[in-house]
């Protein structure tokens, strides 16, 4: 089974599962209201008078847009996140960006067990060999935005795989997911390209047009 397909089947479980194990937390963020996010990739031009015009991608959070580059040798998609492959020969991973199931007022470091309770709902359950690596601060560190990573090594259908599990306060009041997984020799390519793509993201101004 190749790991796009295994993955898939994994997150499209852990979805209910994780959804369950939030439900409390969900709850208690019910009363402060979510702010919109939508991952639909859309298309700006801006005008520049000493040269050629800025071609601009972006989605929209919290009514804001947030700007953001594709690393090369990736393709991406997008529905209700995003999804980069790599289309590098022979480098099979993949990177996912969604919303997450908690809110930034969830302080990353004080409830660090609830997030990475919610974020071990993806490893496949016929896992086998586990390794959970302690959780690492700032990830992610670009535009001032928070984040905490968790990390596991195992081995499923016989290859040994890692997976990340990211989360990200955007400084729109929006957080997100992003989930990395490879085959063990291609891990640090894989990662590699999520910190390029995270790293490409800014927040346009109100004044741009």
């Avoid at 702010?35 to 859309?42: D, G, L, N, T």
């Avoid at 809110?103 to 997030?115: G, S, V």
Wanted: aromatic share 10%; charged share 20%.
């Amino acid at each position: 089974m190749k790991l796009r397909t295994l993955f898939s089947k994994t997150t499209a479980l852990a979805v209910g599962i994780v959804a369950l194990a939030c439900a409390s937390r969900e709850a208690r963020a019910a009363d402060s209201q979510h702010p919109e996010i939508s991952f639909a990739v859309q298309h700006l031009r801006e005008e520049n008078v000493e040269g050629p015009n800025v071609e601009r991608t972006y989605f929209m959070a919290a009514g804001k847009r947030v700007v953001f580059g594709l690393p090369k040798g990736c393709q991406l998609s997008a529905g209700d996140g995003f999804l980069l492959l790599p289309t590098e020969a022979g480098l099979d991973g993949e990177i996912r960006v969604s919303r997450s199931s908690f809110t930034p007022e969830t302080d990353l470091a004080a409830e660090a067990l609830t997030y990475r309770d919610a974020a071990t709902q993806g490893l496949p359950k016929d896992a086998t060999h586990v390794e959970a690596k302690p959780p690492v601060m700032n990830t992610y560190p670009y535009n001032g935005w928070k984040s905490m990573g968790f990390s596991w090594t195992y081995s499923a259908y016989g290859k040994p795989m890692v997976r990340t599990v990211s989360y990200i306060n955007l400084q729109v009041g929006v957080q997100i997911v992003v989930t990395t997984l490879a085959v063990q020799s291609d891990a640090e390519k894989v990662n590699k390209l999520a910190r390029q793509f995270i790293s490409s993201w800014w927040v346009m101004g109100d004044g741009a047009k």
